[in-house]
């Protein structure tokens, strides 16, 4: 092999380097959370997600804390084998109690869908063990006070 065609091999492959580089530098990242609102208010939410895991699917529980919101797990589907990978739940409150919850999951070692899927389980144990979602009012717009009197013009001293 000569030298010019060595050259060639070289300067091919640092070019596939370098295009491979810019591409993974622009890509946007991946997104490894997915959230649904729950309008079934913290408490219930939250313990409603604690079922879905240690009880439906009886995974274990890594850690939890109820007053800050999040529920650690060992994760087991049947495309990740005997291996269980690291998953996590975050319920955000407000403070009303019976305000809709933010839910977010996180199966960073997983496919996207894998979190919608246990999104849409926990959504529709809520509904089942629950019944239909209570509807939230939200409080009136305060109105302007009422003008106790018409504009009058300055009076002189």
Do not use: C
Request: proline share 11%.
């Amino acid at each position: 092999m000569s030298w010019g065609v060595s050259k060639a091999a070289i300067v091919g492959a640092l070019s596939g380097l370098a295009v491979t580089a810019a591409v993974l530098a622009t890509a946007p990242g991946a997104s490894a959370r997915s959230t649904y609102e729950s309008p079934y208010g913290y408490e219930r939410t939250w313990n409603a997600a604690l079922r879905l895991v240690r009880v439906d699917n009886g995974w274990k529980v890594t850690e939890k804390d109820d007053a800050n919101g999040y529920l650690l797990f060992e994760y087991r589907s049947p495309e990740s084998g005997a291996r269980p990978s690291q998953g996590s739940f975050e319920l955000v409150r407000v403070h009303d109690p019976d305000a809709p919850v933010s839910v977010l999951v996180q199966l960073p070692q997983m496919p996207h869908y894998h979190e919608q899927v246990l999104l849409d389980s926990l959504a529709v144990k809520m509904r089942r063990e629950y019944g239909d979602a209570p509807v939230h009012k939200k409080p009136p717009a305060p109105r302007d006070p009422p003008d106790a009197a018409p504009d009058a013009p300055d009076a002189a001293p």
